[in-house]
């Protein structure tokens, strides 16, 4: 006797469901390292879990309490100053989606036939949600926490240039000024406002074909201020290819071997003992200095690329489900990155 289309419908929502938590943690792992920006932040330690709460905070510290002169006869400092205050972030939610039919899946009965429509069905849902993820966290910054999509790292170092003395980062104040012109090549960092709440920026001297490596130099160490270094350099092909260049003259081309990164395809060079990497959707002649003890991919693991049950849509013979997840990429030091430039936008 032919099963029933009931009891074939919750079948292929058994075989769609059970197929996806079997391959669960595969999946994300290849989605997640299918980009060399997500790669290389996890490796680097800078995707971290809070489970549930309303908003994504951090206590963000801007100043010290510091001590006073004094001598015999002065009356002692008092008081206790204000030196802290709570970035906010929203969680961002991104959803992927399995879509099929009653006419699919009466032509893929079959213990083998479900299976490789299952997997085929996975695969282009994988492959979409790769390109959301990669796409978001290269993505043009917003200026405000407003918005539903996942914020990236323009967002924690603006790469258009009106946009650094403007807005909100964490519900705070942008720097309201920079102290050197746009237009003007070398080091600016703010100036007015919430100077502790602004990365640094660098406009590179050019021809860039000479002065790259002497910028990036600068930039590293106006950044570090030889206390804490960026660790993770991130730019656009023909920049990469530039220092390559540079550094293969020097004969001090330096590739990792021995990481992650390099198992799964991606050349990783070195600058000053720190990572260098490229990425076809990083700025062009942008290089962002990143430390990614202070870059926090927080994601919730009750929402992490879970599955919803199969729903029909009215008035027609299609079943969806969606894989869900929640996350956003923040940072509470934005001092501690910065952006070094060859172009005035």
Known sequence: MATTLPNFTKQMDDAFTETWYNVR?????????????????????????????????????????????????????????????????????????IQRSIFDDQQNQGPMKIKDYVAKRMTDMRDGLEQDIEDRFSAAEVTDESGKLIQGLNDIVPATIANRASGTYGG??????????????????????????????????????????????SFFNSISRNRENPNLILCDQGLFELYESFSQQSTQLVKEADTHLADLGYTVLRFKGQRMV?????????????????????????????????????????????????MNVVSGQLRRHGRLHYTNT
């Open 25 to 97: 943690e595969e999946a994300i792992d290849n989605i997640l390292d299918a980009t060399v920006v997500t790669a290389t932040l996890r490796e680097m330690g800078s995707f971290v879990t809070q489970v549930g709460e309303r908003d994504i905070t951090r206590s963000i510290k801007y100043g010290n309490q510091r001590g006073t002169a004094v001598q015999k006869g002065d009356i002692l400092g008092q008081g206790e100053p204000q030196l802290e205050t709570v970035a906010r972030w929203n969680w961002r939610y991104l959803a992927g989606h």
């Open 172 to 217: 705070i104040n942008r720097p309201t000024a920079y102290d050197v012109a746009a237009a003007t090549a070398g080091l600016s960092k703010p100036s007015t406002g919430n100077t502790w709440w602004g990365p640094r920026y660098f406009r590179g001297n050019t021809p860039k074909t000479v002065h790259l490596v002497d910028d990036m130099s």
């Open 278 to 326: 490229w990425s076809e959707d990083a700025t062009t002649d942008h290089m962002l200095f990143l430390n990614t003890n202070h870059v926090e991919v927080v994601y919730d693991p009750t929402l992490w690329f879970e599955m919803t049950e199969f729903k029909p849509i009215a008035l027609q013979g299609e079943r969806i489900a969606h894989i869900l997840l929640a």
